[in-house]
């Protein structure tokens, strides 16, 4: 038995599965970062004395990963219009530039924690600590999350494309919503945690 709705679309929605599950889990997401913005706003507001984060974090080195995200959504949506013209060789390189700069996020991230714990400066430290580090650490985890799908279908996942290329183009277009998704929160995150 097939599972209806794979590559048509639900005549209900106007989506097939797989991109209406992705928005469900979005809107699960939303919620999850919204309440973790919201209490970052409200300690924040309610704090008597709050340290300025230029003051305390790396600005250049956020900025260079607010730029890799920026640029991965771009080499994401076009690994998406290459499948959709027929160009799989095209798709593939577009894919693993995506996938390496995730990678180079997390490298530039891994840098600014690095310099962070050498000087002793933990989520234990403070408040400002505890949230900086909560969110951008939720958030590394989701970029992890991404490079291991986004990995998946540059490799073996790919094989479908030959069976079922219609369906495996749906699949990375639903990738490509997930990894949106995780810029744009890192857009939100950059200037609510380093510049304001």
Same mark, same amino acid.
């Given at each position: 038995?097939?599972?209806?709705y &794979?590559v048509?679309t @639900? ?5 097939h ?6 928005w469900l889990?979005?809107?699960?997401e939303?919620?999850l970062f919204?309440?973790?913005f919201?209490?970052?706003?409200l300690? @924040?507001v309610?704090?008597?004395e709050?340290p /300025?984060g ?8 956020a900025?260079?990963?607010?730029v890799i995200?920026?640029g991965?959504?771009v080499t994401?949506v076009?690994?998406?219009a290459?499948?959709k013209m027929?160009d799989?060789?095209k798709? +593939? @390189?577009y894919?693993?530039? %995506?996938?390496l ?7 530039v991230?891994?840098f600014e924690y690095g310099?962070?714990?050498? /000087?002793g ?6 408040l400002?600590?505890?949230t900086y580090? %909560?969110? &951008?650490?939720?958030?590394?985890? /989701? ?5 291991i799908?986004?990995?998946?279908f540059?490799g073996?996942?790919?094989r479908?494309?030959?069976t079922?290329?219609? @369906?495996? %183009?749906? +699949? ?7 990894w /949106?998704f ?9 200037? %609510?945690?380093?510049?304001?």
């Amino acid at each position: 038995m097939q599972i209806p709705y &794979t590559v048509t679309t @639900r005549p209900d929605t106007g989506l097939h599965n797989a991109k209406l599950g992705i928005w469900l889990f979005l809107a699960s997401e939303v919620m999850l970062f919204g309440s973790l913005f919201s209490a970052y706003i409200l300690l @924040r507001v309610a704090a008597v004395e709050w340290p /300025h984060g230029s003051q305390l974090l790396n600005v250049p080195l956020a900025f260079i990963n607010t730029v890799i995200l920026i640029g991965s959504s771009v080499t994401m949506v076009l690994s998406w219009a290459s499948l959709k013209m027929k160009d799989f060789a095209k798709y +593939r @390189r577009y894919m693993g530039l %995506t996938i390496l700069c995730g990678f180079g996020f997390l490298v530039v991230k891994a840098f600014e924690y690095g310099a962070k714990f050498s /000087h002793g400066l933990s989520p234990a430290e403070d408040l400002f600590y505890a949230t900086y580090f %909560t969110l &951008t650490g939720l958030h590394g985890l /989701h970029v992890i999350g991404g490079i291991i799908v986004n990995t998946y279908f540059w490799g073996p996942g790919s094989r479908m494309w030959d069976t079922e290329p219609e @369906r495996f %183009t749906n +699949r990375v277009e639903v990738a490509g919503l997930y990894w /949106h998704f995780v810029d744009l929160v890192w857009i939100f995150l950059f200037p %609510t945690l380093y510049l304001l």
